[in-house]
């Protein structure tokens, strides 16, 4: 049983790898609520290959290589994939989508995956990265894009949350203005992969307050917006995930 229990993590990343690599497909071709959900999906056995790793003491040098490999597909190219196709949509249903500048739009999905790929290699190389993180982590930056997109794509309708009317309301933005406003935020999130600015890891090592007081603020806040906002509640909590932990940089200074 020794002997299986190594091989116990490296099996839970390449269940996120399947996972995301299905994301990938569903995105492509718009099934973008169903894409959310298998990102989703591989977060939580990207989470738990690493918790099964310290639990059974099973660390390889193969087994860091391998979950960055997965997470660049997870996180990376599988949100990049859902935002190629909506903004593909979008510059469809703009009045001059057969213009061939609109086109040019469609280069800032790329951002997404190359960003990615750069902020996980950095991440293996990076000794300052024990506890915490520099940039925001690729799992974040998926998981904030994905319901993004759901939501601005209108695939789910609002329900089972309090104030509906602002999933409805952003589902309705201008095509034009969605176009530009999305990827000025590719722009943004994609240097925020690589910047210098710490991030607090929902990695807990007791339940003390003192010492996961972010991730207990941040749990309690996802758990407000969700009942608040539905599915754009899980982007409002990736936002205000990146809001406190710049905050929480700024007391500490």
Not at 152 to 172: D, G, K, N, R
Request: glycine share 6%; proline share 4%.
């Amino acid at each position: 049983m020794k002997g299986l229990a190594r091989y116990i993590p490296n099996t839970l990343t390449c269940i996120s790898l399947m996972f995301g690599f299905y994301a990938a497909i569903l995105g492509i071709f718009g099934n973008y609520f169903g894409a959310m959900i298998a990102i989703f999906a591989a977060a939580i056995f990207d989470f738990s290959d690493g918790l099964a790793a310290r639990l059974l003491k099973a660390y390889s040098a193969m087994g860091k290589e391998l979950d960055s490999l997965a997470d660049v597909i997870s996180f990376g190219v599988a949100p990049g994939m859902m935002l190629f196709s909506l903004l593909n949509q979008l510059i469809h249903h703009c009045s001059w989508h057969d213009s061939f500048c609109l086109k040019i739009f469609l280069l800032f999905s790329f951002f997404i995956p190359v960003f990615s790929g750069l902020r996980l290699a950095k991440f293996n190389v990076d000794e300052r990265q024990k506890t915490s993180f520099i940039g925001l982590p690729v799992p974040a930056n998926a998981i904030l894009w994905s319901s993004l997109i759901t939501v601005l794509a209108s695939e789910v309708s609002p329900c089972f949350c309090i104030f509906p009317q602002l999933s409805l309301l952003m589902a309705s933005i201008p095509a034009g203005i969605a176009l530009i406003g999305l990827s000025v935020l590719a722009v943004f999130t994609s240097l925020l992969l690589v910047s210098e600015i710490p991030m607090f890891s929902l990695k807990m090592t007791s339940f003390a307050w003192k010492a996961n007081k972010l991730p207990y603020i941040l749990i309690a806040s996802a758990i407000l917006f969700i009942l608040l906002f539905g599915i754009v509640g899980i982007t409002f909590t990736m936002l205000f995930y990146i809001l406190l932990s710049f905050l929480s940089r700024l007391t500490a200074n």
